[in-house]
């Protein structure tokens, strides 16, 4: 049995900055040492699910899909309410896009690392990142290194999450993902908000998103193959 501190599991959402660091997390363990799990949490752009899974087939990885859908019985932001629309407006009162949904992160990286806990691995992998335009409390560095030593106290295991991510840009995220090969994948990606695909164009997800390709002058595979 392969040593679990030599294991990793990834929090694939199907976008650009999870699928990257599939592809880092694969360079750094070995293909057969990396599974991969996706949350359905009741999300507007559900396609990202399908694309997920096609990523990971694409890589030649695992994929769990695990329900948690309480986070769309909440409500209350663009990403979980159809009735409320995608936009990057700021809120007076918390200073963050409607897109913010609270607590999604930590959600995320708890129940991965209970998930983790079964398979005896003990490398959680996620893409989140201090430079993401919005800025959101669960994506900085200081929430990650907290929430990693509550998981260590609470589950009684050497658990590290590690955040390939966190300090890079867009371009440089995009150039990362090159150098690691992971470009084809891109292809089968999924970035916009609205869930469209050909993606929309016009959401904060794909303008980022856009804006990374075009500053590392390097052509979105999903676009060039939509």
Not at 116 to 144: F, H, K, W
Not at 160 to 176: D, G, R
């Amino acid at each position: 049995m392969q040593d679990e501190k030599q294991k990793a599991l990834v929090v694939l959402s199907g976008g650009q900055d999870s699928t990257t660091c599939l592809y880092w997390a694969i360079d750094r363990y070995g293909l057969a040492a990396v599974d991969t799990v996706t949350f359905d949490y009741g999300q507007r752009h559900h396609i990202e699910l399908d694309c997920a899974a096609k990523v990971a087939e694409f890589a030649g990885v695992s994929n769990t899909c695990l329900p948690i859908d309480t986070l769309a019985a909440l409500g209350g932001d663009s990403l979980t309410d159809p009735e409320i629309g995608v936009s990057s407006e700021m809120d007076a009162d918390t200073g963050l896009p409607n897109t913010f949904v609270p607590g999604r992160n930590l959600i995320f990286l708890t129940y991965a690392a209970a998930f983790a806990y079964r398979l005896g691995i003990r490398n959680l992998v996620t893409g989140v990142a201090q430079t993401d335009y919005s800025g959101y409390p669960d994506c900085r560095e200081e929430t990650i290194v907290a929430l990693q030593e509550t998981l260590r106290l609470g589950m009684e295991c050497d658990v590290t999450i590690h955040t390939p991510l966190m300090h890079l840009s867009k371009k440089e995220t995009v150039e990362l993902a090159r150098d690691l090969g992971g470009l084809p994948a891109m292809a089968y990606t999924h970035t916009c908000y609205n869930g469209e695909r050909p993606p929309c164009g016009q959401c904060p997800a794909c303008e980022l998103r856009a804006k990374g390709f075009a500053e590392a002058g390097i052509a979105d595979p999903l676009v060039t193959s939509a």
